[in-house]
């Protein structure tokens, strides 16, 4: 079975810090992606990533930018975290060509 | 205004009867996905749509996708409590099925 697993599954942290959101997966995925899901907007894609060293913007980048040195790991970065950056956060991989996208069980921010 | 829209928003539904959720957009599909999502977890795929008049069934789920591509519905048959969720449809606009854009979701309550 493929596995995306996320680094926490909540977090507080204050306004102006530095946040790291980790995603790994095991299945040697070449696409890695990171949501944003709010309530009335559903999800919205902030970052993907279509190999190692590989990253394009989505539809919501602003505040965030993404690393991602290893094919298992994409990480995503609040550089200093605020108060509308408090949602749920979804990591996804893919495998090239094919159409399913799993999921994390996603990490709930909260940003105070 | 979101490029999917789905109806309805919310649905509350006694067990055992049927129900249907619909995800519509404006433009033409190039692959329609619904995914199911526990209360404050990930994304589980559910199926996968891509040509006109497609219809796909899993256990009690039937999806359909229409002839112009442009609208997909949900149907369950005999709801049961484990169908509770969230309900989201996303979709490849783009035809290279690297992006999906997601409708705000359908949450079902299915009381006893």
């Known amino acids: 079975d493929v596995k995306v697993t996320q680094s926490s599954r909540y977090l507080v942290k204050r306004t102006g810090e530095k946040v790291f959101l980790e995603c790994v997966q095991d299945m040697d995925h070449e696409n890695m992606f990171w949501y944003r899901q709010d309530p009335g907007l559903g999800l919205r894609l902030i970052y993907f990533s279509y190999d190692v060293k590989m990253k394009e913007k989505g539809d919501i980048p602003e505040g965030y930018s993404v690393s991602r040195e290893k094919k298992e790991r994409f990480s995503l970065i609040l550089e200093s975290a605020s108060t509308n950056q408090t949602s749920m956060y979804l990591c996804?991989?893919?495998?090239?060509?094919?159409?399913?996208?799993?999921f994390g069980p996603g990490t709930r921010l909260t940003v105070t | 205004s979101q490029e999917l829209e789905q109806s309805p928003q919310s649905l509350i539904v006694q067990e055992g009867k049927n129900l249907t959720i619909n995800c519509t957009s404006s433009k033409t599909l190039y692959g329609l996905y619904w995914y199911k999502q526990k209360y404050g977890e990930g994304l589980i795929f559910l199926m996968m749509?891509?040509?006109?008049?497609e219809e796909k069934s899993h256990e009690k789920i039937t999806a359909k996708l229409d002839e112009k591509k442009q609208q997909s519905s949900l149907h369950i048959t005999a709801s049961q409590p484990s169908h509770a969720g969230i309900y989201l449809c996303g979709a490849d606009m783009g035809g290279t099925a690297s992006k999906l854009t997601f409708g705000t979701g359908t949450r079902l309550q299915v009381t006893l």
């Open positions: 749509l891509q040509k006109g008049g």
């Open positions: 996804a991989s893919r495998r090239q060509g094919s159409y399913e996208q799993y």
